[in-house]
């Protein structure tokens, strides 16, 4: 798949909701998923994977929902805080091993 | 997580001058490296793969003569800008995967690279 240069949509939410952030893949050949947070004037910051062979994984307060019949992946934070506030990116790798990034989306917590 | 520190985190140069930006792996051993380039509000764009001891693999569009990299060891991968133009100016970001395969990537801070 490739990545697109568009400009990032973004997602408004009060602190303690719930956030959920989607990514649609494009190359059905990929196997490994990765979504990473990037706070401004930072590099990307690893936050949980998944693999295809999983539809559903959690981690602390995040957790990945995998769906490879339409090629989605989505992320969903519990009980969001200001902290989370950044831009989120899913990527995707498959047989070439190189991370592809999506498009982000930029969430904004309001307290 | 393995840490991937790069250096400088900004640079300010004069068009026509060259600028190298160093990526290192502080405490695992990296087979491959990747760069990054990122324009304010968009997403990250893959330039090149980075492969210790051998010539980087360029994306398409993006020209090897004026971005050379160079994977001397398994610790340092380095990206030059040469002749610097303007449109050069965005943030560099590497990334280097401790592991073969499809594992996870660890990404370094990035440059902020300003060509005045």
């Known amino acids: 798949g490739e990545s697109v240069g568009l400009h990032l949509p973004t997602l408004s939410v009060q602190e303690g909701d719930n956030s959920i952030i989607n990514c649609a893949y494009s190359?059905?050949?990929?196997?490994?998923f990765i979504w990473y947070k990037q706070e401004s004037g930072k590099g990307p910051q690893f936050i949980i994977d998944i693999r295809s062979n999983m539809d559903k994984r959690q981690g602390q307060r995040v957790t990945v929902l995998l769906n490879k019949t339409v090629k989605h992946l989505s992320l969903q934070i519990a009980a969001t805080q200001p902290g989370d506030s950044a831009v989120y990116f899913c990527a995707e790798s498959g047989g070439s091993y190189i991370p592809t990034f999506g498009r982000g989306t930029s969430l904004i917590v309001h307290p | 997580g393995a840490v991937v520190s790069q250096h400088p985190s900004w640079v300010i140069c004069k068009s026509g001058t060259s600028v190298k930006i160093e990526c290192r792996s502080l405490d695992f051993q990296a087979t491959t490296m990747f760069w990054y380039r990122q324009f304010p509000k968009q997403s990250l764009m893959l330039m090149a793969t980075?492969?210790?001891?051998?010539?980087?693999?360029?994306e398409q569009g993006v020209e090897k003569d004026k971005f050379l990299i160079n994977h001397a060891s398994l610790t340092l991968s380095t990206l030059t800008v040469t002749s610097a133009h303007p449109e050069d100016s965005s943030f560099y970001i590497c990334?280097?995967?401790?592991?073969?395969?499809?594992?996870?990537?660890?990404f370094g801070q990035g440059t902020r690279l300003t060509v005045v």
């Open positions: 980075s492969n210790e001891g051998s010539k980087a693999t360029y």
């Open positions: 190359n059905s050949a990929s196997d490994y």
């Open positions: 990334s280097a995967r401790p592991g073969a395969g499809n594992t996870e990537a660890f």
